[in-house]
């Protein structure tokens, strides 16, 4: 007995494989080209990561107006001691294309805790993020501020919670910050 296949079936199931191919090669490709746009900045992390010193860090708030970003800034997430994933979302007038146009720094430290519940009982998780903004010209603390992310509004039933991906608020922050051409003065 010979088994005859519909063409149409064949061509169908080539379509949809195809097509679950092309979506993950896209999907993949996206994230390979978010890591390598990280990876230039990589060689210089001792320089981004070196602690100031002699200078306490009093700053945490300032009123608005009072503090400015100079320069390009680069984003280390300082518990992971890499570049963090904010590079690749920042505003174009703040994401350098190479280390010599970085003039601010920001240490970005997020701790994960338990925040509320959900319907099905699994436990919310939010993020609590200090970010520590540095004159890396000087390297001298210029201000530190802290934010609240999540939990997610909505998680997938029988799925464990993680904390809220803190990116967008982060970004958000940075946008409400005005720019300078210079250092500031303190």
Same mark, same amino acid.
């Given at each position: 007995?010979?088994?005859?296949?519909?063409?149409?079936?064949?061509?169908?199931?080539?379509?949809?494989?195809?097509?679950?191919? +092309? *979506?993950?090669?896209?999907? @993949?490709?996206?994230? &390979?080209?978010?890591?390598?746009?990280?990876?230039?900045?990589?060689?210089?992390?001792?320089?981004?990561?070196?602690?100031?010193?002699?200078?306490?860090? *009093?700053?945490?708030?300032? /009123?608005?107006?009072?503090?400015?970003?100079?320069?390009?800034?680069?984003?280390?997430?300082?518990?992971?001691?890499?570049?963090?994933?904010?590079?690749?979302?920042?505003?174009?007038?703040?994401?350098?294309?190479?280390?010599?146009?970085?003039?601010?720094?920001?240490?970005?430290? =997020? !701790?994960?805790? /338990?925040?509320?519940?959900? $319907?099905? @009982?699994?436990?919310?998780?939010?993020?609590? =993020?200090?970010? $520590? &903004? +540095?004159?890396?010209?000087?390297?001298? !603390?210029?201000?530190?501020?802290?934010?609240?992310?999540?939990?997610?509004? !909505?998680?997938?039933?029988? *799925?464990?919670?993680? /904390?809220?991906?803190?990116?967008?608020? +982060?970004?958000? !922050?940075?946008?409400? +910050?005005?720019?300078?051409?210079?250092?500031?003065?303190?």
């Amino acid at each position: 007995m010979k088994i005859k296949i519909s063409p149409v079936l064949l061509w169908g199931n080539v379509v949809i494989f195809g097509g679950v191919l +092309i *979506v993950g090669a896209v999907i @993949g490709g996206s994230e &390979f080209m978010r890591e390598r746009e990280r990876e230039v900045f990589e060689p210089a992390m001792a320089a981004y990561t070196k602690r100031p010193t002699g200078q306490p860090l *009093v700053r945490t708030s300032l /009123p608005p107006g009072s503090v400015s970003i100079a320069g390009k800034l680069m984003p280390v997430d300082i518990i992971e001691n890499k570049i963090s994933p904010v590079l690749n979302d920042l505003p174009e007038d703040l994401k350098p294309k190479s280390t010599d146009e970085v003039r601010t720094i920001l240490w970005i430290s =997020c !701790y994960g805790h /338990p925040s509320g519940t959900y $319907t099905d @009982g699994t436990t919310g998780m939010a993020n609590d =993020c200090t970010l $520590t &903004f +540095i004159d890396f010209a000087t390297n001298s !603390y210029l201000w530190k501020a802290s934010i609240t992310v999540g939990p997610e509004k !909505y998680k997938e039933h029988g *799925v464990a919670a993680k /904390p809220s991906d803190p990116t967008e608020t +982060i970004i958000n !922050y940075i946008a409400g +910050i005005p720019r300078s051409a210079q250092s500031p003065p303190w």
